[in-house]
Each structure stands twice: as structure tokens, then as C-alpha cells.
Nanobody, 128 residues
């Protein structure tokens, strides 16, 4: 049974940093796309970042939503089957529940429906 468990959320002041973790179990996702999404109250779930397996010679590539580009960094530790989201220069508009997600086969990167496994989410609140 595949499980994704997020941690690292919390309350932080604007300009601060947080690092989210997503620990996967039940399957190894080294060669699959894993992503982070977020959902603010009253809004749809939106893409934040993804890390994509690009082959044995190229390794991973990453992609980000424009709203977080330059501030957030996604990475993964294959030995721990864990994905991270380092969030710097946080803004109040980053406040949301953040979800980790994984694909079971290569599909569109930034679409919610393209991901087969989801974590329960972790709350990030940025105060002004």
C-alpha cells in the first residue's frame, strides 16, 4: 500500500522559510515524477513544483509554478524515498495546505488529475 506522509508545515512570518518533507512508503518513486500542490481556502488545488526523472544519464529535472520560481526548491533523497520542498522568502499568499503527490507513470506535470497518489496535506500559514 502506497503512502505519502507530509511534514514540516507550520506558522512563519513573511520573509521566513520552511522545509516540507514527503516520505513515501510502499513503492520506490525514484524514477517517477513527484510534485507539490497547494490549496488555499475557497480555491482550487494548484501546482507548485515537480521533480521529474529524466533518465539514467540526465537524472532529475525540476519545474515550478511562476508564483514560486526563485523562492522554492524541490529536491529528493532517493535513499530515503523522500521529497522536499524548501520554501524561502515566504509571502502571506503562500498560505495553504500543501500536498505531496506522485505519478505511477509519466503524464502531464502540472495537472492534479495526472497524479495517482496523494498525501494528507500539511498546513503552511504565513503571517504578514
Amino acid at each position: 500500500q502506497v503512502q505519502l506522509v507530509e511534514s514540516g508545515g507550520g506558522l512563519v512570518q513573511a520573509g521566513g522559510s520552511l522545509r516540507l518533507s514527503c516520505a513515501a512508503s510502499g513503492r520506490t518513486f525514484t524514477k517517477y515524477t513527484m510534485g507539490w500542490f497547494r490549496q488555499a481556502p475557497g480555491k482550487e488545488r494548484e501546482f507548485v513544483a515537480a521533480i521529474i526523472w529524466s533518465g539514467i544519464w540526465s537524472g532529475d529535472s525540476t519545474t515550478y509554478a511562476d508564483s514560486v520560481k526563485g523562492r522554492f526548491t524541490i529536491s529528493r533523497d532517493n535513499a530515503k524515498n523522500t521529497v522536499y520542498l524548501q520554501m524561502n522568502s515566504l509571502k502571506p499568499e503562500d498560505t495553504a495546505v500543501y500536498f505531496c503527490a506522485a505519478q505511477s507513470r509519466p503524464r502531464t506535470i502540472a495537472t492534479v488529475d495526472s497524479y495517482d497518489y496523494w498525501g494528507q496535506g500539511t498546513q503552511v500559514t504565513v503571517s504578514s
